[in-house]
């Protein structure tokens, strides 16, 4: 097997559980290797640190995936994907329906398999994985019974890995699938959804919420299939308002409603969620929860200042919207933004709106989204619940 022999020093972090090896790290490669084969990589002492997928056609030229020096790849992939399976099942035992691999997280770095009953939607995003993807679909329907096997992929981490855009289905089809996070159904139309269908990484932030909304007037706003505001009514909401910029989304919350046979007040907006919060503030419109998950604002480190201002504007007019003493639910899923940052930015918006604000609970993505202390690129998302009160 090819070597790689990393520069002084470069082995410090990976050595603390980081799972990268950046092309710049390299000191000097021994062997012939391809694109997406496994390689060994040492210290400049000759010392074991891992083994990896390589790809010189990314700035991530290694991927670790196993600390030990001996092993079989298949058996290694096959065992990563119990395991990971296994994990959901521990922590969501009645559930068909999660993420079932986040990629580094569980040690199957590129690659995320959402699990849709037996529909299992792939995003592939290393050439190692690329080049398994035969034995992983085929682990798949063998071990986990899948009907349906097929990508949903992003271009732009595609292209930072220099694969190929296309999409591919392994098996079956990509039809719909009814699926249920535990409390509500959803019907996910894999052609038109974000991602690879649905937002599992709120999962346990909706069940959260569901438990504050009997009797209570409710606004989520960035609803898409209406996770939160569908909870709400679960959980007795006195009137649910969706709104999303989506025509297709709103679309699809109404048909969620329907499918739950939800008997609250409701209704679906389709609008700018600014404009739909300045309207209700001039309106005088007033809510008991208030519901904010906005796609990501900042992209990459360079759009973080004017991200701020977005999050600092959009929290500071749901403010003015709530009740006196009500809640706000609000996210972030910016990964360059910051925990200390995002907290910042709505105490900001507090002040601004002169508002008294007390943080009750703070989270992160749902279970299904495990994260490595050692890897802060394996967390992104951002919850936090405030009581809102006049001065
Ligand atoms: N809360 C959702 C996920 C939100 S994803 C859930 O629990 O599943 C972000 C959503 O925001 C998308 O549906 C997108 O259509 C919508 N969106 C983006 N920008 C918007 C804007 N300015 N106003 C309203 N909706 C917007």
Same mark, same amino acid.
């Given at each position: 097997?090819?070597?790689i ?6 082995e ?25 084969d ?18 010189a056609?990314?700035?991530i ?11 079989n ?28 691999v ?7 770095p ?17 050439a ?14 063998e ?52 991602k ?13 919420v ?9 606004l ?12 709400a ?10 709104v ?7 679309k ?42 906005p796609?990501?604002f ?23 919207l ?12 910016? *990964? ?12 900001k ?7 008294n604000?007390?943080?009750?609970y ?6 299904? *989204? ?22």
């Amino acid at each position: 097997m090819a070597k790689i022999f990393l520069r002084k020093n470069e082995e410090k972090r990976i050595k603390q559980g980081h799972l990268w090896i950046f092309s710049n790290e390299i000191g000097k490669i021994e062997g012939t290797i391809s694109n997406g084969d496994v390689i060994n990589v040492y210290d400049t002492g000759n010392n074991f640190l891992g083994a990896g997928f390589y790809n010189a056609n990314s700035l991530i030229a290694v991927r670790i995936i196993s600390l030990a020096e001996d092993f079989n790849l298949e058996l290694l992939i096959k065992k990563k994907l119990e395991q990971a399976y296994n994990f959901r099942k521990t922590v969501y035992p009645q559930r068909d329906s999660f993420r079932m691999v986040f990629s580094e997280s569980d040690f199957l770095p590129g690659l995320i398999i959402d699990k849709y009953n037996s529909t299992f939607v792939m995003q592939i995003y290393s050439a190692g994985i690329e080049k398994n993807i035969g034995l992983i679909t085929k682990i798949l329907a063998e071990e986990f019974s899948a009907k349906n096997i097929f990508t949903k992929n992003e271009e732009y981490f595609r292209k930072l890995e220099g694969l190929a855009l296309d999409d591919t289905v392994y098996l079956g089809g990509m039809s719909e699938e009814i699926i249920s996070d535990g409390q509500v159904k959803y019907n996910v139309n894999f052609s038109t959804g974000h991602k690879t269908g649905f937002y599992f990484d709120q999962c346990d932030n909706r069940s959260f919420v569901k438990q504050f909304c009997k009797n209570k007037t409710v606004l989520d706003c960035f609803c898409y299939s209406g996770g939160f505001g569908l909870n709400a009514a679960s959980g007795g909401a006195e009137e649910v308002v969706f709104v999303d910029s989506s025509q297709e989304e709103i679309k699809n919350v109404r048909q969620n409603f329907t499918l739950n046979e939800f008997n609250c007040k409701s209704q679906f907006i389709q609008s700018d969620v600014f404009d739909y919060l300045e309207n209700c503030i001039t309106e005088k419109k007033k809510f008991d929860v208030l519901i904010l998950d906005p796609p990501a604002f900042a992209k990459n480190k360079k759009s973080i200042p004017k991200a701020v201002k977005g999050y600092e504007k959009l929290n500071r007019l749901g403010m003015e919207l709530l009740k006196d003493g009500g809640l706000l639910f609000t996210s972030s899923c910016s *990964h360059h933004l910051k925990e200390e940052v995002f907290l910042e930015t709505v105490n900001k918006a507090a002040q601004k709106s002169q508002k008294n604000i007390q943080l009750f609970y703070f989270n992160n993505a749902s279970m299904d *989204h495990p994260s490595l202390p050692a890897m802060e690129e394996t967390s992104y998302l951002k919850f936090a619940a405030f009581k809102v009160s006049l001065k």
